[in-house]
């Protein structure tokens, strides 16, 4: 069973949050390289004929694991994808086996019968959390392009997963504090050692007949305290974002889910 922490909901949730970040910049850098390879185009099978990334299919999976995997210990095939959105054109682009092959070597899931079938990790779970946090499913329309230049048209999809602003901007309030707060142990410990070392001494002369002490006591209280306003501000937020919209998103990811079968 999984225990929810403070560990998992604050810390973890950032690392996981910078690794979003990363594969969403990898994974677009890909995208950027296949629509340059036009050459490689075929128009009658609508093909590049080249190897397509997978990031954004392995998002629509552990997407769907926070509301959609009722049993979180049975496995998934493709015959669950319709449910996830993912299109089959999107599965036949990439193979079952190459989606579910890099859910394993991410520890977002273990497959099993020559990597049809695949069980998602307590990873996995947790980072679908996250994706549900940031994400809604958002329904696209095909472009008249000759060679398509975009993810809908590329992937002959309907859905794409949209990002949420509001919960990316809490993140990233959440982020920046810890990196205030990083900066402000090293810079503390520093000064520790430079003032033991009394190479500080002429530095708090000059403070002193400057008549800055004052002012500087009140510049330094507002530092101090700016990654704790932040973060706490972040939290209230957080709170905020997750009662009015976060939780009353299933309903309509349940109504996509069914026009998406019908």
């Not at 926070?66 to 994808?81: L, P, V």
């Not at 050692?193 to 708090?204: E, H, V, Y």
Request: hydrophobic share 45%; aromatic share 16%.
């Amino acid at each position: 069973m999984i225990i929810p922490s403070i560990k998992l909901n604050v810390f973890k949730k950032l690392e996981y949050f910078l690794v979003l970040k990363k594969l969403n910049k990898q994974f677009d850098g890909q995208i950027s390289v296949l629509k340059s390879r036009v050459s490689l185009f075929n128009k009658e099978s609508w093909k590049f004929e080249a190897a397509y990334p997978i990031w954004e299919i392995e998002k629509k999976i552990l997407f769907w694991t926070y509301d959609g995997h009722k049993f979180i210990d049975h496995i998934i095939t493709d015959k669950h994808f319709k449910d996830m959105l993912i299109s089959d054109k999107e599965k036949n682009y990439v193979g079952t086996q190459n989606i579910f092959g890099n859910l394993e070597q991410r520890d977002f899931g273990k497959t099993s019968n020559n990597k049809t079938e695949c069980i998602i990790t307590s990873k996995g779970l947790s980072f679908g959390e996250l994706l549900w946090y940031l994400y809604m499913p958002k329904e696209c329309e095909f472009s008249n392009k000759d060679v398509p230049d975009n993810y809908t048209d590329i992937y002959k999809t309907n859905y794409i997963l949209g990002r949420k602003s509001f919960g990316w901007c809490i993140l990233q309030i959440q982020l920046v504090s810890v990196y205030f707060l990083i900066v402000y142990a090293v810079g503390f410990f520093t000064l520790e050692i430079l003032n033991a070392t009394g190479l500080l001494d002429n530095f708090k002369k000059y403070i002193a007949s400057q008549q800055l002490l004052i002012k500087l006591d009140f510049l330094w209280i507002v530092i101090i305290l700016l990654p704790f306003i932040l973060f706490t501000v972040s939290f209230m937020l957080d709170f905020i974002y997750k009662w009015v919209i976060v939780d009353r998103k299933y309903e309509k990811i349940e109504k996509i889910r069914s026009l998406n079968k019908a």
